[in-house]
């Protein structure tokens, strides 16, 4: 057992209201500034829809992710000799009309409204290139186009998640008045085994031993671009004043202070939590390797209980602190990821292992006329009538937002692990009405999917009514005391050699091997 620290997070996207409050702090904070104009480290998009850039899920056309090949990970984009055939170009970046349609990243001229000549007719700032400077840009694209499901009806076709649904159930779930849209929030998930880091071929990209973070070396950065290419959720970006690649930082400075993320501090519906997880490393290639239905299981299967004797054991041994120890046990991600098994990891298929989870949303039931008399509606309740058990699966299948659709999206196909996110959620909706209505609890609601009541008021607490620091549990970084040479800060880094489960000798080799003319190592 080979016990390693991650920094973790969770969405509740039943709560999110799309309100992009987290992508102006972000903006604010890290990508004001000239060459990052169209950068959205942390963006909110509406589902059903292709997202930002434009059909990022689909990996067939932009290679992105992992791929297992002859029992062996391989990078989807393809072999090293391959990416060093394109090195000088690169045919699965994105480019700016996948950011922002035919123009560049648009602003608007507003000093004409201010300093405009008196005129018989309202003065109008008219969209302006940032790049160019060019005047009268096209406007037909940008990061929030869809917002609200404003154009499902025309890029919703387009939408990977749709792929094992027939038409004529495509078209129907797409019609306005028959669909039910979600947000979805999306920040640099920090994977365990991120393929940008196993693209990049200065070993720029590289992943912090001490707690996870995926960052970007802008000294060693070449911008060759493979890291966009692969990381599936196309989250690492090109400046094009500095030349290099940036990506979400996870805030580390805020981090190491034992704060969360400005754009984790900053949402407003409070649907985020932040904390650390412990993994077994050791686990990473099995899990990184097993079949898709089976990815997301494997995975909880990796995360270790923080509370387990031989797993504080390991950890110390290791070099975790007891503080960080005590974060472990105090952090809601470990109960919400694998003990209640309500979040779950975004397109798992990508063999990434993302650390960002997400609690699929509640959809509307569809209901239908009532048998007593044309007004009456049949209402969805988590028990029949005279004491009956609880409502089947199948019920589940009444949802507006199919449930293969959210399978697609964070269960790599299998519905069994949506199902049970989603009726955990509405067994615990249950039994609080329980209490407040009828004034007595129904336990038997909870035992039907594996709850006790225990887990339903701790469920409550941490995914309603959790006070900032119930949130957030981070242990300070004592990086003062580390020993900051280049093997400790950089975990893995560079060009598919590096995997999260080599040793860690393979990697002083490879950076000494590698990197010798390094300014780090003057």
């Not at 987290?22 to 589902?47: L, P, S």
């Not at 609200?148 to 076709?157: D, M, S």
């Not at 955990?424 to 039994?431: F, N, P």
């Amino acid at each position: 057992m080979r016990v390693k620290s991650q920094m973790s997070m969770t969405f509740n996207l039943e709560k999110c209201i799309g309100c992009n409050t987290c992508t102006v702090a972000c903006k604010n904070v890290w990508t004001n500034r000239e060459g990052a104009e169209y950068m959205w480290w942390n963006n909110v998009e509406t589902k059903p829809g292709i997202g930002y850039p434009k059909q990022w899920e689909n990996q067939e056309m932009w290679k992105g992710g992992w791929i297992k090949k002859n029992g062996k990970l391989q990078l989807r984009y393809g072999s090293k000799a391959y990416m060093l055939s394109n090195l000088f170009f690169n045919p699965h970046t994105p480019e700016m009309k996948d950011y922002y349609g035919d123009g560049d990243v648009y602003t608007f001229s507003y000093d004409d409204l201010h300093n405009s000549e008196q005129t018989e007719q309202q003065p109008v700032a008219s969209p302006k290139s940032m790049v160019t400077e060019e005047e009268d840009v096209p406007i037909n694209w940008g990061v929030n186009w869809e917002d609200n499901a404003g154009g499902a009806h025309v890029t919703g076709k387009y939408d990977i998640n749709f792929k094992d649904m027939n038409e004529a159930e495509k078209e129907a779930f797409l019609k306005f008045r028959d669909i039910f849209y979600f947000y979805l929030p999306r920040i640099c998930n920090h994977c365990l085994n991120p393929a940008c880091v196993g693209a990049c071929p200065s070993g720029a990209a590289y992943k912090r031993e001490e707690d996870g973070i995926v960052l970007i070396d802008q000294d060693r950065c070449r911008n060759w671009r493979y890291c966009i290419s692969s990381c599936p959720y196309k989250k690492p970006y090109y400046n094009w004043v500095s030349g290099k690649m940036e990506k979400c930082i996870l805030c580390y400075p805020r981090v190491e202070s034992g704060l969360p993320p400005v754009c984790f501090h900053s949402c407003v519906g409070k649907i985020r939590s932040f904390g650390v997880l412990l993994y077994d490393m050791d686990m990473v290639n099995e899990v990184t390797l097993a079949d898709d239905q089976d990815l997301v299981t494997k995975h909880r299967e990796a995360i270790l209980d923080p509370f387990d004797p031989s797993v504080i054991e390991a950890a110390k041994k290791e070099g975790l602190g007891d503080d960080w120890i005590d974060a472990a046990q105090r952090s809601p991600i470990y109960k919400i990821v694998k003990k209640w098994e309500l979040a779950l990891p975004l397109h798992p298929e990508f063999r990434t292992l993302p650390s960002l989870f997400y609690i699929p949303p509640l959809a509307p039931i569809t209901t239908s006329t009532g048998k007593n008399t044309p007004l009456d509606t049949d209402v969805f309740d988590m028990t029949k009538p005279e004491n009956g058990p609880l409502v089947g699966l199948d019920e589940l299948d009444k949802f507006r937002l199919p449930i293969t659709y959210l399978a697609s999206m964070f269960g790599a196909g299998n519905e069994q692990v949506v199902k049970t996110a989603l009726l955990r959620q509405l067994a615990v909706r249950h039994h609080e009405r329980s209490l407040r209505v009828e004034k007595k609890p129904n336990l038997d609601v909870l035992k039907q999917v594996g709850l006790t009541e225990e887990d339903a008021k701790e469920m409550v607490r941490a995914l309603s009514l959790a006070f900032y620091n119930e949130r957030f549990v981070l242990p300070t970084t004592k990086r003062e005391n580390a020993e900051m040479s280049p093997y400790t800060e950089r975990g893995l880094a560079g060009f598919d050699k590096m995997n999260p489960w080599s040793p860690m000798k393979r990697r002083k080799s490879y950076f000494k091997s590698y990197h010798t003319d390094s300014k780090d190592y003057e």
